[in-house]
């Protein structure tokens, strides 16, 4: 065999491999090899052709990046509209909406939807020519749109050529352009550190990376994709269900959101809105709504058109998460650490669904970066439950004669020094426990639902208790009476009796959470559960050198001198002293060797939905302390899923992975087996 037979054919098996591990890690989101592995493929492909270049073909993945730099952007003709949405923001908007569908259908009395996510992005046509990619635009008007193929073709979750048999001889693909909220941050980061410019959102990276002249910019730059329908198709047909469309686009390797779904009825499309709503903070890119489809595809063809949008299609769209307002002042707060955080006040702003007064700053770094200044008008941005932040200072409006803001050289709480190490971020007041601000924020997270759990023991509370000085350290709330606390104000006797039942309640802990209640810095939730593993009781961590500490894994040396640091401090021995004395109690922790054998150990395992007889927080402790880990989505690396009561998408993609699925009682059964009931 020839040197350039054998050449074509290893390209060949080559651009095969890559596309199915592109597919398999873009696609399926389930890669089967390391990105090394893939690096190796790429290399080798890369330098086959380079020695023969007869046999690059365009759609070769080495290809993505091949044109030379444009000088202007052409323009495309969609060979059927893209057309645009009519959008609903509230209830009735969609009531309205389904009940004309219903209407126009006469005789149907349930419909069924095909709902997604409604990305924040840019909407893109793709045409595929006999499987192959050929052309690529932005919606522009929805009938003309910019030719951005050559930066489409750098986008790695899109296929070159699509996979499998019997595609259309043409088919338009429909999808949103997006840059993922970790790729942003991430993007953001680098163009700053090197002084470039840096987007205000996701929305405005994904427009203007694809509107790059020069693809290999594009390329660099973490874009992403779903699809969500087809324009024109010809020599071929589709399904005839608008979620069938999606599945088949899925086989074809066309990425789609995993959260579509089909919804019954009316009650079904505003179930959907409320859940995805509930998850947006979560979601890994940004969205701005939902949308809802009829499912069936010979509906929408009898419901039709009206103007530039579809009669069988809805936008329901989130309330607003980015508004304009103005910066009335700027105060500081002072932090259970004795970390002082600007917070910018604002002229109240209806926002992401909620009136926004204050917006917070983080640090001095950040105030100086985004050069906030009284009187500046700034975007605000909230999203979830997230605490809403100022995104960008517009500062075409900055009124004459306003000052950079100084950090106070006294704590604005009780007058001690401000402190600020060289080279840190964080400024610190020197008060300590003399600081209430500070005591009240240690006692908040002590007392909080993943540290004590004390259901009662609010806000308002603890700082009547810090002022009157009733309370100093997290010791004196367990020598609390009746009297004491009925004598507050808005605690009669029955709130008062509620409270010292919940603290007698809160005797009863873990070793992880009473680590983690302390509030010893730089310690979260996951470090005090690795220090009480290795430890297993707090007795040897108390007298443990910070290089004893830093023998426990996962943990390094600024976290190893925070907690020796804290250990050997007086004041803290004396509180844990006293907490210990007026019953704080633990079971003592099994060390992580002596779980080896338990059926939890080395597995991964996934919670979804309801559980009767314990907490989702307790059920993740009994699995952590018997070597098992705990993870928050299902994958093909999890070992089981314990579905309770209205389980959702998790068990669904356990079932579609084959990942083994267990209910509460058998789970229960399980710990009993293991020792941990």
């Given at each position: 065999?020839?040197a350039?037979?054998?050449?074509?054919?290893?390209?060949?098996?080559?651009?095969?491999q890559?596309?199915?591990?592109n597919?398999?890690y873009?696609?399926?989101?389930?890669?089967?090899?390391?990105?090394?592995?893939?690096?190796?493929?790429?290399?080798e492909?890369?330098?086959?052709?380079?020695?023969?270049?007869?046999?690059?073909?365009?759609?070769?993945?080495?290809?993505?990046?091949?044109?030379?730099?444009?000088?202007e952007?052409?323009?495309?003709?969609?060979?059927?509209?893209?057309?645009?949405?009519?959008?609903a923001?509230?209830?009735?908007?969609?009531?309205?909406?389904?009940?004309?569908?219903?209407?126009r259908?006469?005789?149907?009395?349930v419909?069924e939807?095909?709902?997604?996510?409604?990305?924040?992005?840019?909407?893109?046509?793709?045409?595929?020519?006999?499987?192959?990619?050929?052309?690529?635009?932005?919606?522009?008007d929805?009938?003309?749109?910019?030719?951005v193929?050559?930066?489409?073709?750098?986008?790695?979750?899109i296929?070159?050529?699509?996979?499998g048999?019997?595609?259309?001889?043409?088919?338009?693909?429909?999808?949103e352009?997006?840059?993922?909220?970790?790729g942003f941050?991430?993007?953001?980061?680098?163009?700053?550190?090197?002084?470039?410019?840096t987007?205000?959102?996701?929305?405005?990276?994904?427009?203007?990376?694809?509107?790059q002249?020069?693809?290999?910019?594009?390329?660099?730059?973490?874009?992403?994709i779903?699809?969500?329908?087809?324009?024109?198709?010809?020599?071929?047909?589709i399904?005839s269900?608008?979620?069938?469309?999606?599945?088949?686009?899925?086989?074809?390797?066309?990425?789609?959101?995993?959260?579509?779904?089909?919804?019954?009825?009316?009650?079904?499309?505003?179930?959907?809105?409320?859940?995805?709503?509930?998850?947006?903070?979560?979601?890994p890119?940004?969205?701005?709504?939902?949308?809802?489809?009829?499912?069936?595809?010979?509906?929408?063809?009898?419901?039709?058109?009206?103007?530039?949008?579809?009669?069988?299609?809805?936008?329901?769209?989130?309330?607003?998460?980015?508004?304009?307002?103005?910066v009335?002042?700027?105060?500081?707060?002072?932090?259970?650490?004795?970390?002082?955080?600007?917070?910018?006040?604002?002229?109240?702003?209806?926002?992401?669904g909620?009136?926004?007064?204050?917006?917070?700053?983080?640090n001095?770094?950040?105030?100086?970066?985004?050069?906030?200044?009284?009187?500046?008008?700034?975007?605000?941005?909230?999203?979830?439950?997230?605490?809403?932040?100022?995104?960008?200072?517009?500062?075409?409006?900055?009124?004459?004669?306003?000052?950079p803001?100084r950090?106070?050289?006294?704590?604005?709480?009780?007058?001690?020094?401000?402190?600020?190490?060289?080279?840190?971020?964080?400024?610190?007041?020197?008060?300590?426990?003399?600081?209430?601000?500070?005591?009240?924020?240690?006692?908040?997270?002590?007392?909080?639902?993943?540290?004590?759990?004390?259901?009662?023991?609010g806000?308002?509370?603890?700082?009547?208790?810090v002022?009157?000085?009733?309370?100093?350290?997290?010791?004196?709330?367990?020598?609390?009476?009746?009297?004491?606390?009925?004598?507050?104000?808005?605690?009669?006797?029955k709130?008062a009796?509620?409270?010292?039942?919940?603290l007698?309640r809160?005797?009863?802990?873990?070793?992880?959470?009473?680590?983690?209640?302390?509030?010893?810095r730089?310690?979260?939730?996951?470090?005090?559960r690795?220090?009480?593993?290795?430890?297993?009781?707090?007795?040897?961590?108390?007298?443990?050198?910070?290089?004893?500490?830093?023998?426990?894994?996962?943990?390094?040396p600024?976290?190893?001198?925070?907690?020796?640091?804290?250990?050997e401090?007086?004041?803290n021995?004396?509180?844990?002293?006293?907490?210990?004395?007026?019953?704080?109690?633990?079971?003592?922790?099994?060390p992580?060797?002596a779980?080896?054998?338990?059926?939890?150990?080395?597995?991964?395992?996934?919670?979804?939905?309801t559980?009767?007889?314990l907490?989702?927080?307790?059920?993740?402790?009994?699995?952590?302390?018997?070597?098992?880990?705990?993870s928050?989505?299902?994958?093909?690396?999890?070992?089981?899923?314990?579905a309770?009561?209205?389980?959702?998408?998790?068990?669904?993609?356990?079932?579609?992975l084959?990942?083994?699925?267990?209910?509460?009682?058998?789970?229960?059964e399980l710990?009993a087996?293991?020792?941990?009931?």
């Amino acid at each position: 065999m020839s040197a350039l037979r054998e050449a074509r054919e290893r390209a060949a098996e080559l651009r095969r491999q890559i596309e199915h591990h592109n597919y398999r890690y873009h696609v399926l989101d389930d890669p089967e090899v390391s990105d090394a592995e893939y690096d190796r493929l790429m290399h080798e492909l890369s330098a086959l052709e380079a020695r023969f270049p007869e046999i690059v073909t365009p759609e070769s993945p080495t290809q993505r990046v091949g044109a030379a730099p444009l000088a202007e952007f052409g323009e495309v003709r969609h060979r059927l509209p893209m057309l645009s949405l009519e959008n609903a923001f509230s209830e009735e908007d969609v009531r309205g909406f389904d009940r004309r569908v219903r209407e126009r259908l006469s005789g149907v009395e349930v419909v069924e939807y095909a709902a997604e996510p409604k990305l924040d992005g840019l909407a893109v046509n793709l045409l595929y020519e006999h499987g192959r990619l050929v052309a690529g635009a932005t919606r522009g008007d929805g009938t003309t749109g910019e030719d951005v193929t050559h930066n489409l073709r750098a986008i790695r979750a899109i296929p070159l050529h699509l996979r499998g048999e019997k595609h259309p001889r043409a088919l338009e693909a429909r999808g949103e352009v997006f840059m993922p909220m970790e790729g942003f941050e991430r993007f953001n980061a680098l163009a700053e550190s090197r002084g470039e410019k840096t987007f205000v959102n996701p929305r405005n990276a994904a427009a203007g990376s694809l509107r790059q002249l020069d693809p290999k910019l594009t390329a660099e730059r973490p874009l992403d994709i779903f699809f969500y329908g087809v324009g024109d198709v010809e020599g071929g047909s589709i399904p005839s269900r608008q979620s069938e469309i999606l599945a088949i686009l899925r086989k074809w390797g066309l990425k789609t959101s995993p959260e579509a779904r089909v919804v019954r009825g009316v009650e079904g499309c505003l179930g959907y809105y409320e859940e995805i709503g509930r998850r947006r903070a979560q979601l890994p890119y940004q969205i701005d709504g939902v949308v809802y489809k009829v499912d069936d595809v010979t509906a929408q063809q009898r419901l039709g058109f009206v103007s530039r949008a579809p009669r069988w299609a809805l936008a329901h769209k989130f309330p607003a998460e980015e508004e304009m307002t103005v910066v009335r002042g700027i105060e500081f707060q002072v932090g259970r650490t004795g970390a002082l955080t600007p917070v910018a006040r604002l002229e109240p702003v209806f926002v992401g669904g909620v009136t926004v007064s204050n917006a917070t700053l983080h640090n001095m770094d950040e105030v100086a970066r985004k050069d906030v200044r009284v009187g500046d008008t700034v975007i605000i941005r909230r999203a979830g439950d997230v605490i809403p932040e100022i995104v960008k200072v517009v500062k075409e409006r900055r009124p004459a004669r306003t000052a950079p803001v100084r950090l106070p050289e006294k704590c604005p709480e009780c007058g001690s020094a401000v402190e600020r190490v060289a080279d840190q971020a964080i400024a610190r007041c020197t008060g300590g426990l003399f600081c209430p601000a500070q005591r009240k924020e240690s006692l908040r997270h002590f007392a909080s639902r993943r540290a004590m759990d004390i259901e009662g023991l609010g806000t308002r509370l603890i700082d009547q208790m810090v002022t009157t000085e009733l309370v100093r350290t997290p010791a004196d709330l367990y020598t609390l009476t009746l009297e004491q606390l009925a004598g507050l104000e808005r605690m009669g006797e029955k709130s008062a009796a509620n409270l010292l039942d919940a603290l007698e309640r809160s005797k009863n802990t873990t070793l992880p959470r009473f680590l983690y209640a302390l509030g010893i810095r730089d310690v979260g939730e996951a470090t005090a559960r690795t220090l009480a593993a290795h430890c297993s009781d707090l007795d040897p961590l108390l007298e443990a050198s910070a290089e004893d500490i830093e023998r426990v894994p996962d943990i390094g040396p600024v976290i190893a001198a925070s907690v020796q640091r804290f250990f050997e401090q007086h004041h803290n021995r004396k509180v844990i002293q006293e907490l210990r004395r007026r019953g704080i109690r633990w079971p003592e922790v099994e060390p992580v060797a002596a779980t080896r054998h338990s059926p939890f150990a080395g597995k991964t395992w996934v919670l979804t939905g309801t559980l009767a007889g314990l907490t989702r927080e307790e059920a993740q402790e009994r699995i952590r302390a018997l070597g098992g880990t705990v993870s928050g989505s299902v994958s093909k690396k999890t070992d089981y899923v314990i579905a309770g009561a209205d389980a959702g998408s998790k068990l669904r993609k356990a079932h579609d992975l084959g990942v083994k699925v267990m209910d509460e009682r058998e789970f229960v059964e399980l710990l009993a087996k293991a020792g941990s009931t």
